[in-house]
């Protein structure tokens, strides 16, 4: 049996991990497969046509708590215990729900302290009680008797209140008093872990339109200076990366990559241009994998300079999902980089969100079929997740998923 410390508005944990408000899902799914052996089990759940718009949840049912995390921003936003008696719980080192401890009324005003009266959920027959960053809830005892809920002066009133045992608890950032109204904080200092995470990736185009790189806006935390005097504290960067840097130059912008590899082979140079189906050189272009950022940068083996870049969306279901964090791209296309159908056409904006449905017409003829892109962890194997299709429109490739979002775009140079 779990147990774990509450700690309102901020963490459930125990004595050797802590699922913080806030965390990527990323680091929370490590966190729990790191300590797989206290917590078994952890069931992902999303929404296959909606995965932007419905919540993500991670119930970790032998133990009888879910986590609910942000669609867009996938960061956690709200803890459930939804079965008290699987986990031992404490506040402030003292202990409110155990096999041994019942969670009544009583003892959590005693152990929380004062706090506002609750208020009544007739349609579930609960009675909620708040503390800033905490909501409990109590069954009451016309629950299972098939009479009326009473009043909550009533309630308040009735020799049996005090002795109302908890049965589910919420944590969350605020004081709210619905947990649906919960949202997702930033991200606290202690998950950055000197990495960045991108606010927004946008194309960068030449005066006459043609792609030249990317302009990043990201966050990331800065110790205070000397390494003494508490927590140190977020900035905010603005970095360019554009084709023709070096490895170098992009280090200098983005800092080490959170990975180098170096490509086998090039399962796409079969759909290139003649003259580069057969290969120059032995040596092996090879990516910067920059992970929180949900980017990655290749280099050109010969020259060493960036050839492509490849902005990650983390949808789920996925072939590459919870690998990169969501990276929160934006590509424009004025009317002169469109196929347009009208006259009246406007400037396109392509976001994470955006599906390939809304701006297919703009970017591609009727006629253009797809490349049919089947990962696989290796030969002969099953994709679980099924094959993504890939569009071009100049020198951009979209990747789409089945349920129309853009799993990836890839940008590249047209230079020789």
Known sequence: MLELEVMPERALASSQWELVLGMPLSQVLEVLQLHSGAVQTALLTYSDQKPFEQD???????????????????????????????VKMKYCNRFFCSSEITPTVDLINDCFGPTH?????????????????????????????GYPSPELGELLEADSYGSLVLSRLCLFSGNITDPAEARAPV??????????????????????????????????????????????????????????????????????????????EDKMRIHSSGSHKLPTS??????????????????DCATHRVRKMVMHNNVPGHYNFNIYNRCEFIVK???????????SSSEVVVTSSTKWSEIQDYLTEPSDKPVVLNRSSSTNSINPFGSTFCYGHQNIIFEVMRNQHIASITIYSLAT
């Not at 009266?117 to 109590?138: C, Q, S, T, V, W």
Request: charged share 25%; hydrophobic share 35%.
């Open 56 to 86: 993500l949840s991670v119930d970790l049912n032998q133990d009888g708590v879910r986590l609910y995390f942000d669609p867009r921003s996938q960061r956690l936003k709200l803890i459930e215990v939804y079965d008290v008696t699987k």
């Open 187 to 264: 991200m606290p200092l202690e998950c950055f872990h000197g990495n960045g995470y991108s606010e927004s990736v946008e194309v960068v185009r030449s005066e006459d339109g043609k792609i030249k790189g990317l302009q990043l806006k990201f966050i990331m935390d800065e110790p205070r200076s000397g390494g003494v005097g508490g927590e140190g504290r977020l900035k905010g960067l603005e970095r360019r990366v554009m084709f023709g840097d070096t490895p170098q130059d992009v280090c200098s912008s983005l800092g080490a990559p959170s990975k180098v590899f170096f490509k086998a």
């Open 333 to 343: 296309f004025p009317p002169s980089q469109q196929l347009c159908r009208d006259s």
């Open 282 to 299: 032995k040596c092996s272009d090879y990516f910067f994998n920059y992970f929180t950022l949900g980017l990655d940068v290749l280099f």
């Open 117 to 145: 009266p609750g208020e009544m959920d007739k349609g579930h027959n609960y009675y909620l009680l708040h503390f800033r960053g905490i909501l409990f809830a109590f069954p009451l005892w016309t629950a299972q008797s």
